[in-house]
């Protein structure tokens, strides 16, 4: 038996893909003990500063144990690992492929029946890998390669092991969630959010992230009609102004986001955008930033553009750091004013918090939540919101 920890860097995704190697390597009858002989990280490769981190994060698992496993996005960027030392393994494989080469190169020990649930408050259940758009500053399409999905069959009996193992919340996950199809049964992600939903025990569902164009109406109707899914939906908007949306070569306009969110205005909307992207003056910059008040958005993820090797704008970066680091600024201050917004407008009412961390957990349309020190983790919460904090609502029960 072998000792190891696991490591992600990024998004839910690098979150599933860590997941199924922890899980690989428990089944294979290995213990998870932070410091152990084996660590395995989980790396991103979405802009320059998260490739210097995946770096950074090797370097130094690899003084502190005698293997490191270096997976994910960045393992498949080539030469993004040069020059780490030999007790290092870059492992350039397809997601599906990884868990199961890691396990076997640290060597299938016993067969322990080891009970795999890691986080045992939400799970990521991947549903799609890869992508076939052709976004022109995303690197993600030569990692991760074109989109493929898993069986329905596969993904349901997945979350019912997730909610038997005590999960209260499931989270579909994948790279571009919209294109899951399993054709052969029959199955789009509508279908499979409604069945999911019906999972008995499960509490809550959620989308990891949804591109514009999939929120179409049978989906909005299943988010809907389906009682466990959270009033949340992660929209990635890149940028509100068309120029630079079709410069980035993104399947929409501003007009379309905005249309296709009108029948969810009751929900939290929560986006990405990407600031100082080549053709991005200070005009569309100010469009972005009228385009996420009009669409009700709250938290917005701020990514300052960085070329990534191997795409359309590669060689293109313009706008100088110093620009970026101000409408980033600038953007994550708009978010933050939009989130107390939201959370003020709770005040005085209720919720269900499931709480995930001691005195922390999310309401129903994932608005953080303080709450009790003493309130039990992974458990679901009645409160009361009293008050707004910098970070969440607070609530009493
Ligand atoms: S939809 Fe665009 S940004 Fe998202 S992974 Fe695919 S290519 Fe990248």
Redesign the pocket.
């Known amino acids: 038996m072998a000792t190891f920890s696991v490591r992600f860097l990024g998004c839910k995704v690098s979150h599933s893909d860590a997941h199924a190697v922890r899980e690989a390597l428990l089944r294979d009858g290995h213990e998870e003990r932070s410091g152990g002989e084996i660590a395995v990280v989980n790396t991103c490769c979405v802009t320059n500063e998260a490739v210097r981190k995946s770096r950074q994060a090797a370097r130094r698992a690899a003084r502190a144990h005698r293997r490191v496993y270096v997976t994910g996005c960045a393992a498949n960027l080539e030469r993004a690992f040069d020059g780490l030392p030999e007790n290092v393994t870059v492992v350039s494989r397809r997601a599906e492929q990884t868990a199961a080469f890691v396990a076997g190169d640290v060597g299938a020990i016993g067969c322990v029946q080891a009970d795999a649930r890691l986080d045992r408050v939400r799970a990521f259940v991947r549903v799609q890998d890869g992508?076939s758009?052709?976004?022109r500053f995303?690197v993600?399409?030569l990692v991760r390669g074109a989109s493929r999905s898993r069986s329905a069959d596969a993904v349901l009996r997945e979350v019912g092991k997730r909610v038997e193992q005590g999960h209260r919340e499931v989270v579909l996950t994948g790279?571009?969630l919209g294109c899951f199809r399993d054709r052969e049964r029959g199955y789009d992600l509508a279908r499979l959010v409604r069945e999911a939903g019906a999972t008995p025990g499960l509490e809550r569902l959620r989308l990891s992230s949804i591109?514009v164009n999939h929120v179409n109406d049978e989906l909005v109707r299943a988010l809907r009609d389906t009682p466990a899914v959270s009033r949340h939906l992660h929209v990635p908007l890149q940028s509100g102004d068309d120029r630079v949306l079709t410069a980035m070569g993104r399947r929409y306009t501003a007009a379309t986001y905005l249309r296709r969110l009108e029948p969810l205005t009751d929900f939290n909307v929560t986006a990405d955008v990407i600031v100082g992207f080549p053709v991005e003056d200070e005009q569309a910059f100010e469009q972005t930033r009228r385009m996420l008040r009009a669409a009700g958005v709250s938290k917005v993820h701020v990514f300052p553009y960085s070329p990534r090797p191997g795409t359309a704008t590669a060689a293109q970066d313009p706008v100088p750091a110093s620009v970026k680091k101000r409408r980033s600024a600038r953007l994550r201050a708009d978010s933050h004013e939009a989130c107390l917004r939201r959370w003020r407008s709770k005040v005085g009412g209720k919720d269900e918090v499931l709480v995930d961390r001691p005195g922390r957990g999310y309401g129903d349309d994932y608005s953080p939540w303080l709450v009790d020190e003493s309130a039990p983790i992974g458990e679901l919460v009645s409160v009361r919101a009293v008050d707004v904090a910098d970070e969440g609502i607070v609530g009493a029960v």
């Open positions: 992508c758009f052709s976004c995303c993600i399409p790279i571009n591109e």
